[in-house]
């Protein structure tokens, strides 16, 4: 049975459940950020292996940013798992104003075939992204985030397991980071959100 790598503490409290009612002061269910940080602008690549400019993707949309890997066990698949099943629900000119965006924090074994082949399989629209990993490392440091956590203590290059934060960063429309989704976050939850997400700052 796989262990699960032991994380600094920031990294453990991204992995906790949500509240159940908004408790934000605009009322979302997910974690308003204390600092408006920009979409990272550092040198992506998409699954094609091209140059992607993440901010002009987003502009005009609500990007829903997240870092991980496609080998991870449980993080990763139930939070795209969970995106792509609420926006399947929506309707179709809401669903081109929703950007997701899944970025490797282990781009040594995630290859473009494999990122793209993972990615798309929760949702064709969803983009898989790539880069150098000074590049993605200091994407994360940019949000605020720990930067990825290789275990490689006792394993395989093929088996190891890797440490990251566990939230989706929400953008508004704006390009600003807003609110932070933990893992545990519901489907309910996405639903709710989403429209005050896509309506802001002109919120009812």
Known sequence: MRRALVLPVVLLLACSSPPTRPLS?????????DVLRPIPTVPFRDTRGEPFDL??????????????????????PVHLANIAAVIKRMPDAVQR???TVFVTADPSRDTLPRLHEWVTGFDREFVGLTGDQWAID??????????AVLDTVNK?????????????????????????????????????????????????
Do not use: M
Not at 59 to 66: M, S, Y
Not at 160 to 180: C, E, M, N, P
């Open 138 to 147: 200091s994407a994360q440091v940019a949000l605020g985030l720990v930067p």
């Open 97 to 99: 104003e929703v950007l």
């Open 25 to 33: 002061p605009n009322g979302f269910i997910g974690v308003e950020v």
């Open 55 to 76: 901010a002009a993707a987003a502009e005009g949309k609500v990007l829903l940013l997240f870092f991980g890997y496609t080998n991870c066990p449980d993080i990763c």
């Open 156 to 204: 395989s290059r093929e088996e190891y397991l890797v440490g990251h934060a566990g939230q989706v960063i929400a953008f508004t429309k704006d390009g600003l980071a807003r609110v932070h989704y933990p893992f545990g976050t519901r489907q309910r939850d996405w639903a709710t959100d989403l429209p005050k997400l896509l309506a802001w700052p002109e919120q009812p």
